[in-house]
């Protein structure tokens, strides 16, 4: 694993110090991610999930995208998610809704995992 990814797992474990970080090597320097748990507003049932993703070598100048959440997660209100928030996917093995959103800037600078997984369930907060 690439030393600027074991600096952002690092990063992760101080964003989220309740959560549980389970990691895969994906063999080219970068790694397979979930973090849990992560809480949801009350706007979704269950309130807590867990966020997946895949860090690859190329970080921080490569966007972390998709990313994965609980597929059991709904909206509370009995609407259904739309695009870019999309069901039918598995994530390591696990059922999971993909949350579409890639940063086309991301091969411009560097990129920071705790600042795209805030970004990602704040749109999932204010798009739901």
């Not at 690092?10 to 309740?18: G, I, M, S």
Request: with cysteine; charged share 25%.
């Amino acid at each position: 694993m690439k030393a600027e990814v074991s600096a952002a797992i690092e990063d992760l474990r101080k964003q989220f110090p309740a959560a549980t970080l389970n990691t895969r090597d994906d063999g080219q320097g970068g790694v397979y991610l979930t973090v849990e748990p992560v809480a949801l507003s009350d706007r979704f049932v269950p309130n807590k999930t867990w966020v997946g993703f895949h860090i690859p070598a190329q970080y921080p100048y490569a966007d972390i995208y998709p990313m994965f959440i609980g597929g059991d997660v709904r909206r509370a209100d009995g609407q259904g998610f739309a695009p870019p928030v999309t069901a039918g996917y598995a994530f390591e093995g696990r059922p999971a809704l993909q949350i579409s959103r890639r940063n086309s800037m991301a091969q411009n600078g560097k990129q920071k995992v705790c600042a795209k997984v805030l970004k990602v369930l704040d749109f999932l907060e204010r798009s739901s």
